[in-house]
């Protein structure tokens, strides 16, 4: 019985190996395939200033992937700076709303205390005529 066992295990074994072999370069044309079409998606995505920059040859996959990690550099650039940006503007909001709720009761404190004043002076405020 043992040998029975051991043939059927090398047939199974060599059915796996052969399975294998059938299936690899078939998963490997899929990875490229996947790969070229990833590639074919970064160069439609790129402004065409980068393209512009190889008029007369065909572009390489390592080109188009250089240009690619270009583009990414300068938009996250552009990002950071336009957040700093955004960041100072914000400051200076906050700023110049304070500045103007400090106005605000400036002006009002004032409005308050000459009111207060002309109530316990009549004598001194001039008389309203309508004429």
Known sequence: ??????????????????NHKLRKPLVEKLRRERINSSIEQLK?????????????SKLEKADILEM???FMRR????????????D?????QTSCEQNLREADVSALSSTVQTGSTKD????KSPLWRPW
């Open 1 to 18: 019985m043992a040998p029975t066992i051991t043939a059927t295990w090398t047939s199974s074994q060599d059915h796996l190996a052969l």
């Open 44 to 56: 439609s995505l790129l402004p065409p200033e980068f393209l512009k920059q190889q008029p007369d």
């Open 68 to 70: 690619t990690v270009c």
């Open 75 to 86: 938009l996250l650039q552009q990002n950071h700076q336009q957040s700093r940006l955004l």
């Open 88 to 92: 100072h503007v914000h400051k200076l």
């Open 120 to 123: 316990q002076n009549p004598e």
